[in-house]
């Protein structure tokens, strides 16, 4: 286990022919929480596009997990898989931030909206 905190952490499990990588994204408001939960849904409906991804994390607690077995080391370079898992993690943190900043942008635009509206009305009545 390779860990930052309890919250982020990265499980390697290795077998004769295969290993599963499991990850635990950080997630500190309830709106990471439930933007890792669409990314994770998303993912996992595209699970067959992606080779190694797996449909459910492997552990309770984990967030996306992935198997890489021994046809996959003669179909792809062991670098590629590395660096592809390594892009996912940190691709997958960088778009949690950037999801996470639209949505809080547009909670901001509606709630200007709205109290311009009400201010409006009040001032026409």
Request: glycine share 2%; with cysteine.
């Amino acid at each position: 286990m390779i860990s930052k905190s309890d919250q982020e952490c990265c499980l390697i499990e290795s077998s004769v022919n295969s290993v599963r990588i499991s990850i635990k994204i950080k997630k500190g408001m309830e709106i990471e929480h439930l933007l890792v939960r669409m990314l994770e849904r998303f993912m996992a409906l595209r699970a067959d596009r992606f080779e190694i991804f797996r449909k459910k994390p492997a552990h309770e607690g984990y967030d996306f997990s992935f198997l890489i077995s021994a046809n996959h080391l003669l179909i792809y370079r062991k670098e590629e898989l590395i660096n592809f898992v390594l892009e996912f993690v940190a691709g997958i943190d960088k778009e949690v931030n950037e999801l996470k900043l639209d949505v809080i942008n547009s909670a901001r635009f509606a709630a200007n909206f709205f109290t311009q509206a009400c201010s409006n009305n009040d001032i026409q009545k």
